[in-house]
């Protein structure tokens, strides 16, 4: 795992072969990071950022290293949890992050923060996968089975005015027709749909 850009570039961290963690291609990352400075000044504006199923924290390590003021990662597997945790420590960036051990879709429902910029690298076989952009902006009834009559009864959006939700998907989806969509990118098999 590199880094791509801004304090830490180039610093590498060896990933566990036993992680079940698909992270995102070097090249997907830099390629995204390229588009999304025409939405975030990451270094000027210091965002406050959430890293979705954050996996190896690949996302989380390039978005401190260009500029966010903190970085909240969410993840439920323990390994990865670790490793996370080894490179802030070895980084001294410990302060920089919060690392939180949850299931993302349960998170979502709570969550009482805002942010800046959120990203999410489901599992691209997640059956709630084409929920999320609706967790996030919580304005319309997901298909999330709940016990409440309406599903977000008294919390707003977990994006700031004029924040950026980034989803990492396969080909098979297509959230064009999302009332909050605004951009997608494909590098390769990676696929990147942006919400605002």
């Known amino acids: 795992m590199r880094v791509v850009a801004g304090k830490y570039k180039g610093r590498h961290f060896e990933v566990p072969r036993t992680f079940k963690a698909r992270p995102t291609t070097d090249f997907a990352k830099e390629n995204l990071f390229n588009v999304l400075r025409s939405y975030i000044d990451f270094e000027g504006d210091a965002p406050q950022a959430l890293d979705l199923f954050a996996g190896t924290g690949s996302i989380t390590l390039e978005l401190l290293s260009r500029g966010c003021a903190h970085v909240t990662a969410v993840e439920l597997d323990p390994l990865h949890i670790r490793f996370i945790h080894q490179f802030l420590t070895t980084l001294h960036a410990e302060e920089d992050a919060t690392v939180i051990r949850a299931d993302v879709l349960r998170y979502l429902r709570k969550c009482p923060a805002t942010y800046d910029f959120i990203f999410a690298d489901p599992p691209y076989a997640l059956p709630e996968l084409s929920d999320l952009p609706n967790l996030i902006f919580r304005e319309e009834k ?41 951009d997608h990118r494909a590098y390769g098999s990676v696929n990147f749909s942006l919400f605002q």
């Open 142 to 182: 997901s298909s999330l089975p709940t016990t409440d009559s309406s599903f977000f009864p008294h919390l707003s959006s977990l994006l700031k005015p004029g924040g950026l939700f980034v989803l990492e998907h396969g080909k098979a989806q297509d959230f064009s027709s999302h009332p909050h969509f605004v």
